[in-house]
């Protein structure tokens, strides 16, 4: 069984920064793409970004180009988000999932509040 769990969500000014961690446990993560997705209060959710299973290749929104920055350790794996120059409007919550055109597996979701 495949199970995703996010950490490292919290409140930050605007200007901040924070890394969010998806531990994945069961087999064979490093065969699999993963995704970061936010969903914000009102809204629907939303693609953040995407990383390739060697993690050779990663995908962003724009909106978040140039300011996140997705990775993985296969060896523990985990993915990561490391989010810098944080705005308000990135206040979300944010997911992670396993695959590629299709998410088979999601995580919970770890809470981001930015403050102006």
């Known amino acids: 069984q495949v199970r995703l769990v996010e950490s490292g969500g919290g409140l930050v000014q605007a200007g901040g920064s924070l890394r969010l961690s998806c531990a994945a446990s069961?087999?064979?993560?490093?065969?699999?793409?993963m995704h970061w997705f936010r969903q914000a209060p009102g809204k629907e959710r939303e693609f953040v970004a995407a990383i390739s299973w060697s993690g050779g290749n990663t995908y962003y929104a724009d909106s978040v180009k140039g300011r996140f920055t997705i990775s993985r350790d296969n060896a523990k794996n985990t993915l990561y988000l490391e989010m810098t120059s944080l705005k308000p409007e990135d206040t979300a919550l944010y997911y992670c999932a396993r695959g590629w055109q299709t998410m088979a597996y999601w995580g919970k979701g770890t809470l981001v509040t930015v403050s102006s």
């Open positions: 069961g087999r064979a993560f490093n065969n699999y793409g």
